[in-house]
């Protein structure tokens, strides 16, 4: 790691000044950004810890959605919506293994938008929406591509709004050396309307997959997809496997979701 | 593709990104390259003292910012029972409890301990050195062949029966996944948080 000077604001407002110097950057569960930084790939001059400020953190109820902050930690997600919201719970549960979830927090993992992150699946599924210090985001403009997002510098996540389905799964594909999704689907059913939210798969970064929005609208059921695929255009190939591979689950994944959502 | 990505949302516009990557931004600064490299190596940080409480001792320690918590324990206090294996998060080597749940220290910055309270295994016999039951059940059992990842593992152990989350194999097996073993003892790791699961209940 070079060399860096850290800050532990007390509050928001505080947290924003500190921000406001040369190559300051924000630290919250470090899952991400402590490896980032052993590897030299960034090198911020100062870290403000966001950690210490207790208006990010915590679940509360807003009418038919979920208000999260964003330095609410994997851990305390699965712990808190396992009646709330179950499939978010679920997803949250199995972000990583323990200890990454005891630090992790949603804030991070939307800022820094890996394209094999859980949480973008159930943002785009639901329909959620990004909270920041000045405005809030949809979700469908926030995540635009591997790594990027309509966040601008010094601009802190500082919450997530994410309505509730009637019922949701979560489907994770998991690599098992990186414990990320090779593949996720996130499937939320709403009065009306169904939402697919796909991570892991697409060069692109997280996507809704509209087709089978469609057809699940009207029948929610795994047949509805039976003669369904997903195109390998644009998917993802590496070692782990090819873009036909990773397109294969994505409809998989869908199915499997779709049958056992609760 | 890396699940240790670049941090991509802010690419390379850092100042000192440009200070020490390009001598042509360097020199039209008026700094010649290698006053840039010397300047980039050196410390610019004060070092800080923290105090951290540490298997019930409070201890203070003088650590830079991007001191992790292994590194202070295994070089600041020479405290080496926490092992390093990846140091990227992966492997679990370095579990210790902070504030009674299970961090990896190599991602945690000593700073951000401070404060708080850790357990290493150094910390788990008792005084009179009767060994903690959770360490008995790893010997017991065979739990591990080379023993670089049992400190990692005794405390993700001590955490999982405590979260609630040794209910059967297969949860043990679920909530133990961030702690790898080389050796695969895996079995006998499971059969040592069993048997302790069990004594307790009993
Ligand atoms: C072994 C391992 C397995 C993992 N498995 C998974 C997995 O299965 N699924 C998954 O989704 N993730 C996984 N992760 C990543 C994990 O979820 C991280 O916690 C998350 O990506 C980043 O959150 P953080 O709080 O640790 O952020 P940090 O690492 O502290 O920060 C990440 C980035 O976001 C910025 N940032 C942090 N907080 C904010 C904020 N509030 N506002 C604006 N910018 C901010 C930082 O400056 C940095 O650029 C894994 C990580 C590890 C180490
Ligand atoms: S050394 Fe910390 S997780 Fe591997
Ligand atoms: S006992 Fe050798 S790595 Fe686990």
Redesign the interface.
């Given at each position: 790691m070079y060399d860096f000077e850290l800050t532990r604001p007390g509050t928001l407002d505080e947290a924003l000044a500190a921000l406001r110097a040369e190559d300051a950057q924000p630290l919250s569960g470090g899952q991400t950004l402590i490896p980032t930084l052993k590897q030299r790939l960034a090198m911020p001059s100062v870290l403000v810890s966001l950690t210490g400020i207790e208006e990010l953190r915590g679940i509360t109820r807003e009418d038919g959605a979920l208000r999260i902050g964003g330095g609410t930690t994997h851990g305390q997600i699965a712990r808190e919506t396992a009646d709330s919201f179950p499939g978010l719970s679920h997803l949250a549960g199995k972000i990583g293994d323990p200890a990454v979830r005891n630090r992790g927090t949603i804030g991070g993992s939307l800022a820094n938008n890996d394209p094999s992150a859980c949480y973008p699946a159930a943002m785009m599924a639901t329909g959620g929406t990004v909270i920041t210090n000045n405005r809030e985001i949809a979700a469908d403009d926030y995540f635009q591509g591997m790594f990027t997002t309509a966040l601008e510098e010094d601009e802190i996540v500082t919450g997530v709004r994410i309505p509730v389905p009637q019922s949701s799964n979560y489907q994770k594909f998991e690599q098992p050396a990186s414990r990320f999704p090779l593949v996720g689907v996130f499937v939320a059913r709403f009065d009306g309307r169904v939402g697919v939210g796909v991570t892991g798969a697409s060069e692109g970064g997280v996507f809704r997959w509209r087709e089978a929005e469609e057809a699940l609208g009207s029948d929610f059921t795994p047949e509805a997809l039976k003669d369904m695929s997903h195109p390998a255009d644009g998917m993802i190939s590496d070692l782990h496997g090819t873009a036909e591979y990773r397109a294969h689950l994505i409809a998989v994944m869908t199915r499997r979701a779709v049958a056992a959502a609760t | 593709?890396s699940?240790?990505?670049?941090?991509?949302?802010?690419p390379g516009v850092?100042?000192?990104?440009f200070l020490?990557g390009s001598s042509v931004v360097a020199g039209s600064l008026g700094l010649a390259a290698g006053e840039v490299r010397a300047a980039?190596a050196e410390?610019?940080?004060d070092t800080r003292n923290i105090e951290i409480k540490i298997n019930g001792k409070t201890r203070n320690m003088s650590v830079?910012?991007?001191t992790?918590l292994v590194e202070a324990l295994r070089d600041t206090l020479g405290m080496t029972g926490t092992k390093i294996g990846c140091?990227?998060?992966?492997c679990?080597a370095c579990?210790v409890l902070l504030n009674g749940?299970?961090?990896?220290s190599?991602?945690?910055?000593a700073?951000?301990a401070e404060g708080g309270e850790v357990v290493t295994v150094e910390g788990l016999a008792d005084p009179s050195g009767d060994l903690h039951p959770m360490q008995s059940a790893f010997a017991r059992n065979d739990a591990f062949q080379c023993g670089y990842c049992t400190p990692g593992q005794i405390l993700?152990a001590i955490?999982?029966i405590d979260?609630g989350?040794a209910g059967n194999e297969a949860e043990i097996r679920e909530?133990m996944?961030?702690?790898l073993c080389r050796c695969g003892a895996y079995p006998n790791i499971v059969a040592a948080i069993v048997q302790v699961r069990d004594s307790q209940q009993g």
């Amino acid at each position: 790691m070079y060399d860096f000077e850290l800050t532990r604001p007390g509050t928001l407002d505080e947290a924003l000044a500190a921000l406001r110097a040369e190559d300051a950057q924000p630290l919250s569960g470090g899952q991400t950004l402590i490896p980032t930084l052993k590897q030299r790939l960034a090198m911020p001059s100062v870290l403000v810890s966001l950690t210490g400020i207790e208006e990010l953190r915590g679940i509360t109820r807003e009418d038919g959605a979920l208000r999260i902050g964003g330095g609410t930690t994997h851990g305390q997600i699965a712990r808190e919506t396992a009646d709330s919201f179950p499939g978010l719970s679920h997803l949250a549960g199995k972000i990583g293994d323990p200890a990454v979830r005891n630090r992790g927090t949603i804030g991070g993992s939307l800022a820094n938008n890996d394209p094999s992150a859980c949480y973008p699946a159930a943002m785009m599924a639901t329909g959620g929406t990004v909270i920041t210090n000045n405005r809030e985001i949809a979700a469908d403009d926030y995540f635009q591509g591997m790594f990027t997002t309509a966040l601008e510098e010094d601009e802190i996540v500082t919450g997530v709004r994410i309505p509730v389905p009637q019922s949701s799964n979560y489907q994770k594909f998991e690599q098992p050396a990186s414990r990320f999704p090779l593949v996720g689907v996130f499937v939320a059913r709403f009065d009306g309307r169904v939402g697919v939210g796909v991570t892991g798969a697409s060069e692109g970064g997280v996507f809704r997959w509209r087709e089978a929005e469609e057809a699940l609208g009207s029948d929610f059921t795994p047949e509805a997809l039976k003669d369904m695929s997903h195109p390998a255009d644009g998917m993802i190939s590496d070692l782990h496997g090819t873009a036909e591979y990773r397109a294969h689950l994505i409809a998989v994944m869908t199915r499997r979701a779709v049958a056992a959502a609760t | 593709m890396s699940k240790r990505p670049p941090d991509l949302r802010r690419p390379g516009v850092s100042r000192r990104g440009f200070l020490q990557g390009s001598s042509v931004v360097a020199g039209s600064l008026g700094l010649a390259a290698g006053e840039v490299r010397a300047a980039a190596a050196e410390p610019t940080s004060d070092t800080r003292n923290i105090e951290i409480k540490i298997n019930g001792k409070t201890r203070n320690m003088s650590v830079e910012p991007r001191t992790t918590l292994v590194e202070a324990l295994r070089d600041t206090l020479g405290m080496t029972g926490t092992k390093i294996g990846c140091n990227q998060g992966q492997c679990g080597a370095c579990t210790v409890l902070l504030n009674g749940s299970r961090v990896n220290s190599c991602l945690t910055l000593a700073v951000m301990a401070e404060g708080g309270e850790v357990v290493t295994v150094e910390g788990l016999a008792d005084p009179s050195g009767d060994l903690h039951p959770m360490q008995s059940a790893f010997a017991r059992n065979d739990a591990f062949q080379c023993g670089y990842c049992t400190p990692g593992q005794i405390l993700s152990a001590i955490a999982c029966i405590d979260e609630g989350h040794a209910g059967n194999e297969a949860e043990i097996r679920e909530y133990m996944s961030g702690n790898l073993c080389r050796c695969g003892a895996y079995p006998n790791i499971v059969a040592a948080i069993v048997q302790v699961r069990d004594s307790q209940q009993g």
